[in-house]
């Protein structure tokens, strides 16, 4: 597998085949639209999860925003995964 971009999920997929949040970012990379991916949880096995927000070009302060308020909201950046795996 290649680099994955700075906040790209690390979920356990098949070898050869990408995350959803790694399509996210490849689409918006591809498109030039601004992206940011915010913890909204963790899987069964522990692991964390993500929500990616999209925004059109130019659109990063909007994002960037939105993706704090949630974040403090949410209150996942709090929490941590499971070290014992």
């Given at each position: 597998m290649g680099r994955r971009a700075e906040g790209e999920s690390r979920e356990e997929t098949p070898r050869?085949?990408?995350s959803v949040t790694s399509?996210?970012?490849r689409m918006a990379n591809l498109a030039g639209w601004p992206a940011v991916?915010?913890?909204n949880g963790f899987s069964e096995r522990g692991t964390p999860t993500s929500v990616t927000f999209m925004g059109k070009p130019?659109?990063?302060a909007t994002i960037l925003a939105?993706?704090?308020a949630y974040q403090d909201a949410a209150g996942w950046h709090r929490?941590?995964?499971r070290l014992d795996a």
């Open positions: 050869g085949r990408s399509t996210h970012f991916a915010v913890c130019y659109g990063e939105l993706a704090k929490r941590h995964p």
